[in-house]
């Protein structure tokens, strides 16, 4: 678990110096195939988190922590009669109530986002102009594959979760995890109910092990151990995933719809689905991943 940075892999360069969509490369036609293959009932579960929403005028906006919302609204009135009503919503995409997916700019270490761009020519006052979210419009579409790392239950406090862990998880649901294959992880935990608690999280082992197996994106109730992993890279699944390997992150999605119905088909594989709004300039948005049967 000890792994440092520098002797990591990296993806910096494999699909080019200005690469902007990074493991998702790995989902090539026969995987997308794949993917579809899987669709027989045509049942379709949710893997994002159902995001309250809180009164915008009610206060600043809503702070980095999970005693908050993360999405704030004014109802607002538009038009002649009939009226039509809408909303202004301000939205706080990296709050642990949203499930979002993180864009390649969003990890800058040493000056740098993947894959080895400059953060000051990845981004400025505009906003994202190299690496962001929007990359990923066009949708995201490959095989799924749910890893349940404690069936019926949870994790314990503060789990470093290992490649031993994955591979484990992956011999109990009997699955081989194929590359271009969308990776979700359950852990049993939710980290907005369960805030406060050290959170369990991968460790770079955990991480290299998706590297191993070409997983183009990964998705989980559970992502960086909080606190830190002792003799472990901090922040493993972004400093290493996203920031070296440009491993796609969906952060805080919510999988316990999705075991229900993997344990009802009798079977962990899936097509899974993902598609980002197409709001320009991003380090991350809101995503609704679909898992069908």
């Not at 699909?15 to 993917?35: K, S």
């Not at 939205?91 to 949203?98: A, D, L, M, N, Q």
């Not at 990776?183 to 991968?202: E, F, N, S």
């Not at 920031?243 to 009798?266: I, N």
Request: charged share 15%.
């Amino acid at each position: 678990m000890d792994e440092k940075p520098a002797e990591f892999p990296s993806n910096w360069g494999r699909w080019g110096g200005t690469d902007q969509l990074g493991t998702v490369n790995l989902i090539t036609a026969e995987a997308r195939a794949r993917g579809v293959a899987q669709v027989r009932t045509g049942q379709s579960v949710s893997l994002a988190r159902k995001t309250p929403t809180a009164p915008l005028m009610g206060g600043p906006m809503a702070a980095l922590h999970a005693d908050t919302t993360g999405v704030q609204t004014i109802m607002s009135f538009t038009g002649a009669p009939p009226l039509a009503m809408a909303e202004l919503m301000l939205v706080t995409t990296h709050h642990p109530e949203v499930t979002h997916l993180d864009a390649l700019a969003h990890m800058v270490v040493d000056g740098q986002v993947y894959p080895g761009i400059a953060q000051a020519e990845s981004s400025g006052p505009a906003g994202v102009t190299h690496g962001a979210a929007d990359a990923f419009a066009g949708g995201i579409v490959t095989r799924g594959v749910l890893l349940d790392l404690a069936p019926a239950g949870a994790l314990p406090d503060g789990h470093a979760v290992t490649a031993a862990d994955l591979d484990a998880a992956a011999a109990r649901a009997g699955v081989v995890v194929e590359s271009g294959d969308a990776l979700v992880v359950r852990a049993g935990w939710d980290r907005v109910a369960d805030h406060g608690r050290p959170l369990p999280g991968m460790t770079s082992g955990a991480v290299r092990w998706m590297h191993d197996h070409e997983i183009s994106l990964y998705a989980g109730d559970i992502g960086d151990a909080s606190p830190p992993v002792r003799d472990d890279v901090p922040g493993a699944l972004h400093r290493l995933g996203l920031l070296r390997l440009g491993l796609v992150l969906v952060d805080g999605a919510q999988c316990e719809e999705l075991a229900a119905a993997c344990s009802d088909q009798g079977r962990h594989t899936f097509l899974f689905v993902a598609a980002v709004p197409r709001i320009l300039g991003t380090t991350g948005l809101p995503v609704n991943p679909l898992a069908v049967f």
